[in-house]
C-alpha cells in the first residue's frame, strides 16, 4: 500500500524557516520522483518544487527561489522540503507527492499525501 505522509507544518514568523518531511512507504523512493504542491485558502492548488528519481530539480514557481530546497534521503525513504526565509504568502496547506522518475505536471502526479498545514505570520 502506497503512502506518503507529510510532517513538520505548523506556525512560523514571516522571515523564519520550516522543514517539512514526506516519508514515503510501498514503493522504492530511489525511482520516483517527489514533488512538494500548496493550496492557499481559497486558491488552486499550485506546484512548488520537484526532485526527480536523478535528483534533478524543478521549480513550479519562481516565488520559491532562493527561499525553497528540496532534498531527498532514499535510505530514509523521506524527502525533505527546506523552507526559509517565509513570507506570508507561503501560507497554505503543503502536499507531497509521488510520480515515476521524472518531474511531471501536477495532474500527472500519481500517489499523494494528506497534507501538512504552514501558517506564515507577520
Known amino acids: 500500500q502506497v503512502q506518503l505522509v507529510e510532517s513538520g507544518g505548523g506556525l512560523v514568523q514571516a522571515g523564519g524557516s520550516l522543514r517539512l518531511s514526506c516519508a514515503t512507504s510501498?514503493?522504492?523512493?530511489?525511482?520516483?520522483?517527489i514533488g512538494w504542491f500548496r493550496q492557499a485558502p481559497g486558491k488552486e492548488r499550485e506546484g512548488v518544487i520537484c526532485i526527480s528519481s536523478d535528483d534533478d530539480i524543478t521549480h513550479y514557481t519562481d516565488s520559491v527561489k532562493g527561499r525553497f530546497t528540496i532534498s531527498r534521503d532514499n535510505a530514509k525513504n523521506t524527502v525533505y522540503l527546506q523552507m526559509n526565509s517565509l513570507k506570508q504568502e507561503d501560507t497554505a496547506v503543503y502536499y507531497c507527492?509521488?510520480?515515476?522518475?521524472?518531474?511531471?505536471?501536477?495532474?500527472?502526479?500519481?500517489?499523494w499525501g494528506q497534507g501538512t498545514p504552514v501558517t506564515v505570520s507577520e
Open positions: 510501498g514503493f522504492t523512493l530511489d525511482y520516483y520522483a
Open positions: 507527492a509521488a510520480e515515476w522518475a521524472m518531474c511531471v505536471t501536477m495532474s500527472r502526479f500519481e500517489y
